[in-house]
């Protein structure tokens, strides 16, 4: 421009591209910066997660172990929970909370309230009334005046004496007759209402004819 080869517009113009260029330079180094500084922490982070999962592979057997504990632990559970195979009434318990058990040990009484059957000792004299299939009626003396059908599903092939703990044999000959009864097993149909019928009531039955 002093030697009159240039205009001053041409050097306005070229010194504020200078400038321009320079903020440009400036605007790029400040966004290497932020960029180098996002590396960094991306590396501390990395490295951070590298800790963690050292820690995390260090607790792995910790993990296992807890894992086995637990197992055994519902194993246990499950030996301690006895499971009843149909829905049925507790009759009686015989051991107390707290109580320790052995294998084979008596814990409870229980029935199915909806497969109640009636167990009958039929006099040996009227047992030839009495066949599997016979229709039969049967009176509880806690339902006076109610009636119930059954079926007989059973006969004893034995008198109930050759059960008794204690027999009576007859060694010096003399001899008795006493009229023996026999077993039958009885089948409700149709069941009986729930709770209506229980173990232990006294029955009678007899043979339903037409």
Do not use: C
């Not at 910066?33 to 592979?57: C, F, K, P, S």
């Not at 059954?150 to 001899?175: K, W, Y």
């Amino acid at each position: 421009m002093a030697s009159g080869s240039g205009t001053r517009q041409r050097h306005d113009q070229t010194r504020s591209a200078l400038d321009t260029a320079r903020q440009k330079v400036l605007g790029a180094v400040a966004e290497i910066q932020n960029a180098e500084a996002q590396i960094a922490a991306a590396a501390a982070g990395r490295e951070e997660l590298n800790v963690l999962a050292r820690q995390l592979d260090a607790l792995e057997p910790q993990e296992r172990e807890l894992r086995a504990q637990r197992d055994r632990a519902e194993l246990d559970l499950q030996d301690r929970i006895i499971r009843m195979p149909f829905q049925g009434s507790i009759d009686r318990v015989f051991v107390d909370p707290g109580e320790y058990v052995v294998p084979g040990q008596r814990l409870v009484m229980l029935h199915d309230p909806s497969r109640v059957r009636v167990e009958a000792n039929v006099k040996e004299t009227e047992i030839r009334h009495f066949r599997p299939g016979t229709p039969v009626r049967l009176s509880v003396d806690a339902w006076p005046g109610q009636r119930f059908e059954g079926v007989v599903e059973r006969v004893a092939g034995a008198a109930t004496s050759e059960f008794a703990l204690l027999p009576a044999p007859n060694p010096s000959g003399n001899f008795t007759k006493i009229t023996q009864r026999l077993p039958i097993r009885v089948a409700l149909r149709p069941p009986p209402e729930d709770g209506l019928l229980r173990p232990g009531m006294m029955v009678q039955i007899e043979v339903a004819r037409e």
